[in-house]
C-alpha cells in the first residue's frame, strides 16, 4: 500500500520490553512441562498458531500467556493515565508500547513494565475526530476504511486509486486537522462474509449461512449483516431479535430449545473455553473460528476502525490481519481464551492472505442485553 502522509508527528520513545525473554525462558523448559502448558489451551488454538505465526507449540502457549499479562498491564495504565493516554501497541511477541501526550507520565508507563512513547494527540481527541469523520466519510465511494493507528498517532484512511484529492477536501470540511490524517491507497474492497450455499453451522431463512460467534444469555451473538430483526435460523433453531446493520455490525440469536455453551469450535475435534472478554491490544496474536475456513490467526492492525461496504459504513471494528471467507461472517475471534468479536467482513481470502474486521463483542451483548457465557 502507497501511505500519503498528512501529517509530521515527532515521536520519541525509550527502549524498555514488558517481558523480554518470556518465549526463551519457556523455550527451555522440558518437553514435558510443554505438553502440560499446551494442554490447557485448546490443540485447534495452538496448531492454527503454529501455522499461522510460524511459531512452535512453545512459543505458542509462551506468547497466549505473555500477551494475557500485557493486557492487564494496558488496561491499568490506560485507566491511571487518564487523558494523557493515547493508545498502546505490543511490538514482538512481549514488547508492550504505551503512547502518552505528556512526557512526565512517562516514568509511571516504565515502572509498569513498558515501552513510552510521547506524542501529540490522546486517544480521546483522535477518537473524537474520527467520529467527525463519519458524517464526511461515511458511505463514501471513495473510501474504503479508515481507523485510529496508535502507533503513528494519526487517523489512516484507506482510499480508492485517485480519490486523494477529494478525501483531503471531506477532512478539511469536517474540521479534523490535517496533521493527524494520512491516507492509504486501498488495493480492494473490504465485504461481507455472507454466503447463500449449503454447510456447516447456522441457517438464516432457510438459505444464506453464516458462523456462530459466541454463546450468551438464552441464545448467541454473531454478525448483523446475517439476518435482520425476525429473520429465522436452523441448526440451531433461533430467532434473530436484535440486528444492527450498517452502522455497526452485531446481531443477537435467542435459540428455541439448544443449549448455548461457553466454548468455541477448534476444528480438531474439541473446543476452545471463553474465559472472558478483556478486550487485547493493537499487536496482539487473535485466532478467528468459522464455518468456512476454520481456524486462523494473526494479529490486530488497529481498534475502533470504520469500513465502508457496499451496503453502508460500519464503525467500531476491529482490524487485523486474519484472512476469512465467505460464510465465516459472525464466528469468533479470541485472543487466547478471551472473547474479542465477531467476523464481520474483509478482503482478500485464506489462500492468499487478507484483512479482515470483526465487530467488538461488548457492543453486541450490551444491545441485546445479555451475557457472555464463559466455561
Not at 515521536?11 to 526463551?24: D, E
Not at 461457553?262 to 472478554?277: H, I, L, Q
Not at 493493537?282 to 457496499?310: D, F, K, M, P, Q
Not at 453486541?364 to 457465557?373: F, I, P, R
Request: charged share 15%; hydrophobic share 40%.
Amino acid at each position: 500500500m502507497r501511505r500519503t502522509s498528512l501529517r509530521g508527528v515527532a515521536v520519541a520513545t525509550a527502549t524498555v520490553g514488558l517481558f523480554a525473554g518470556t518465549i526463551n525462558a519457556v523455550a527451555a523448559v522440558g518437553q514435558s512441562d510443554v505438553e502440560n502448558a499446551a494442554a490447557g489451551y485448546a490443540p485447534g488454538l495452538v496448531a492454527a498458531m503454529e501455522r499461522d505465526l510460524n511459531l512452535s507449540a512453545t512459543e505458542a502457549v509462551a506468547q497466549i500467556e505473555a500477551q494475557e499479562t500485557l493486557a492487564d498491564t494496558q488496561r491499568g495504565l490506560e485507566k491511571s493515565l487518564g487523558a494523557a493516554y493515547a493508545g498502546a501497541w505490543v511490538e514482538g511477541t512481549d514488547a508492550l508500547h504505551v503512547a502518552v501526550t505528556d512526557a512526565a507520565e512517562a516514568a509511571e508507563v516504565r515502572a509498569a513494565g513498558a515501552t513510552p512513547v510521547t506524542v501529540d494527540n490522546s486517544l480521546k481527541a483522535l477518537d473524537a475526530w474520527t467520529a467527525d469523520l463519519n458524517g464526511a466519510l461515511s458511505g463514501s465511494d471513495d473510501v474504503a476504511s479508515y481507523h485510529v493507528d496508535v502507533e503513528t498517532n494519526e487517523i489512516v484512511v484507506s482510499v480508492v486509486d485517485g480519490a486523494a484529492a477529494e478525501v483531503k477536501v471531506a477532512v478539511a470540511e469536517a474540521g479534523v486537522p490535517a496533521s493527524a490524517v494520512s491516507l492509504d491507497e486501498a488495493t480492494e474492497r473490504p465485504r461481507t462474509f455472507a454466503d447463500v450455499i449449503g454447510g456447516e453451522a447456522y441457517f438464516i431463512n432457510g438459505s444464506s449461512r453464516c458462523s456462530v460467534g459466541f454463546a450468551a444469555t438464552g441464545g448467541f451473538v454473531t454478525a448483523g449483516h446475517c439476518g435482520s430483526v425476525g429473520s429465522t435460523t436452523s441448526e440451531p433453531s433461533g430467532t434473530f431479535e436484535v440486528s444492527e446493520f450498517p452502522g455497526s455490525d452485531y446481531g443477537y440469536v435467542s435459540v428455541d430449545s439448544d443449549t448455548p455453551v461457553g466454548v468455541v469450535d477448534d476444528w480438531n475435534g474439541g473446543t476452545v473455553a471463553v474465559e472472558g472478554s478483556s478486550p487485547a491490544a493493537v499487536g496482539a496474536s487473535v485466532c478467528r473460528s468459522g464455518s468456512t475456513t476454520g481456524w486462523h490467526c494473526g494479529t490486530i492492525e488497529a481498534l475502533n476502525a470504520t469500513v465502508n461496504y457496499a451496503e453502508g459504513s460500519v464503525s467500531g471494528l476491529i482490524q487485523t490481519d486474519v484472512c476469512a471467507e465467505p460464510g465465516d461472517s459472525g464466528g469468533s475471534l479470541l485472543a487466547g481464551s478471551q472473547a474479542q468479536g465477531m467476523t464481520s467482513g474483509g478482503s482478500g481470502n485464506c489462500s492468499s492472505g487478507g484483512q479482515t474486521f470483526f465487530q467488538p463483542v461488548g457492543e453486541a451483548l450490551s444491545a441485546a442485553g445479555v451475557s457472555l457465557l464463559t466455561n
